[in-house]
């Protein structure tokens, strides 16, 4: 999302309209320059914190959710207590905006209770009871719950970025942290295809083949050793595991029948899947089958959808691990 900066909740830069296309995100990857030659404004400069980039960000997040929500929040509590609805109905209402669920709210919600030191009425799910500054609270903590984040610290073959990864990792969670030179990765990508190595990609090495100058190989030789050898590959590959990691999707497989299953011998049924298993959606844990068909098939009609074990499935069931092979019958 370049083009972010300071103040993007207030309207700076292109504001809100960035700040918009992240509804539909389900995992963020923050790529820092980890190497203090970037400000916060993308403009050249030395001795920078990166640090600073990570905190302006998820304060940026946080205000622009909370502006929005705490311009109604007045009145969602007045509606809340008139009609008697839950915590969750009353949320939803005014969250369901970037992509929340009945599903993910009650999850959102318990997330709030288990908590510690967040909020500061008993109950804590008791929203009529939130003061400013609790609402302000539960806004971050829904940043953190729905734009869960990864940390790419690029550019981490430049001599200035070490003593950064280093207070990165003793400030922030590690397991959230990669350490990325992506020009290392293009300029591999670049040398295989040009048939000067052989590469395979989110690998963390290379086997020459035919190196044509010096220039070449004194590049090829500063990957190996400040990249590949010291970060044990060159990070792109990794940003984007630890994403679908983060994501922890539940994956979909519609089928054109279920006949694989009476396949008598393995080799059958390994043959048979490869054969049906042809697509596959990847979809948030908690989606309902009507969550999937308006995202794959909103401009196609259907007539229902059959389980595994031949009974009708509701739109209203939620996927999971264990009906997540369906075959969806459409209306000719």
Same mark, same amino acid.
């Given at each position: 999302?370049?083009?972010?900066?300071?103040?993007?909740?207030?309207?700076?830069?292109?504001?809100?309209?960035?700040?918009?296309?992240?509804?539909?995100?389900?995992?963020?990857?923050?790529?820092?320059?980890?190497?203090?030659?970037?400000?916060?404004?993308?403009?050249?400069?030395?001795?920078?914190?990166?640090?600073?980039?990570?905190?302006?960000?998820?304060?940026?997040?946080?205000?622009?959710?909370?502006?929005?929500?705490?311009?109604?929040?007045?009145?969602?509590?007045?509606?809340?207590?008139?009609?008697?609805?839950?915590?969750?109905?009353?949320?939803?209402?005014?969250?369901?905006?970037?992509?929340?669920?009945?599903?993910?709210?009650?999850?959102?919600?318990?997330?709030?209770?288990?908590?510690?030191?967040?909020?500061?009425?008993?109950?804590?799910?008791?929203?009529?009871?939130?003061?400013?500054?609790?609402?302000?609270?539960?806004?971050?903590?829904?940043?953190?719950?729905?734009?869960?984040?990864?940390?790419?610290?690029?550019?981490?073959?430049?001599?200035?970025?070490?003593?950064?990864?280093?207070?990165?990792?003793?400030?922030?969670?590690?397991?959230?942290?990669?350490?990325?030179?992506?020009?290392?990765?293009?300029?591999?990508?670049?040398?295989?295809?040009?048939?000067?190595?052989?590469?395979?990609?989110?690998?963390?090495?290379?086997?020459?083949?035919?190196?044509?100058?010096? &220039? *070449?190989?004194?590049?090829?030789?500063?990957?190996? +050793? #400040?990249?590949?050898?010291? @970060?044990?590959? %060159?990070?792109?590959?990794?940003?984007?595991?630890?994403?679908?990691?983060?994501?922890?999707?539940?994956?979909?497989?519609?089928?054109?029948?279920?006949?694989?299953?009476?396949?008598?011998?393995?080799?059958?049924?390994?043959?048979?899947?490869?054969?049906?298993?042809?697509?596959? &959606? *990847?979809?948030?844990?908690?989606?309902?089958?009507? +969550? #999937?068909?308006?995202?794959? @098939?909103?401009? %196609?009609?259907?007539?229902?959808?059959?389980?595994?074990?031949?009974?009708?499935?509701?739109?209203?069931?939620?996927?999971?691990?264990?009906?997540?092979?369906?075959?969806?019958?459409?209306?000719?």
């Amino acid at each position: 999302m370049a083009g972010l900066i300071p103040g993007a909740s207030e309207g700076r830069g292109l504001g809100n309209k960035f700040l918009d296309d992240l509804r539909h995100a389900t995992v963020l990857i923050h790529v820092v320059d980890v190497s203090g030659t970037t400000n916060e404004k993308g403009e050249k400069t030395s001795g920078y914190d990166p640090c600073s980039d990570i905190e302006w960000l998820q304060e940026e997040l946080q205000l622009w959710i909370y502006n929005n929500v705490s311009s109604a929040w007045t009145n969602l509590i007045r509606k809340h207590v008139r009609s008697k609805s839950t915590p969750q109905e009353a949320l939803i209402s005014q969250l369901s905006g970037y992509g929340c669920n009945a599903k993910f709210i009650q999850d959102f919600l318990y997330f709030i209770s288990s908590t510690p030191n967040s909020i500061s009425s008993e109950p804590k799910t008791a929203i009529e009871k939130w003061t400013e500054a609790d609402v302000k609270e539960a806004m971050k903590l829904f940043v953190q719950f729905r734009f869960p984040s990864i940390i790419v610290l690029n550019k981490i073959d430049m001599n200035s970025s070490s003593k950064h990864v280093e207070k990165m990792y003793t400030k922030y969670d590690q397991h959230r942290i990669v350490c990325c030179s992506s020009l290392s990765e293009c300029v591999l990508k670049k040398y295989h295809k040009k048939g000067y190595i052989h590469y395979e990609l989110g690998t963390n090495s290379f086997e020459e083949i035919t190196i044509p100058d010096k &220039h *070449v190989q004194q590049t090829l030789q500063h990957i190996k +050793d #400040l990249v590949l050898y010291r @970060y044990d590959g %060159t990070g792109v590959y990794d940003a984007i595991q630890k994403a679908v990691e983060l994501y922890n999707p539940i994956l979909c497989f519609p089928v054109q029948d279920f006949s694989f299953l009476n396949a008598t011998s393995l080799q059958q049924q390994q043959q048979q899947q490869h054969d049906y298993f042809t697509t596959c &959606h *990847v979809i948030k844990k908690g989606s309902i089958f009507r +969550d #999937l068909c308006q995202e794959f @098939y909103s401009h %196609t009609a259907i007539h229902s959808i059959e389980g595994l074990d031949g009974r009708k499935v509701s739109f209203e069931e939620v996927i999971t691990e264990e009906n997540r092979i369906f075959k969806i019958i459409f209306i000719k």
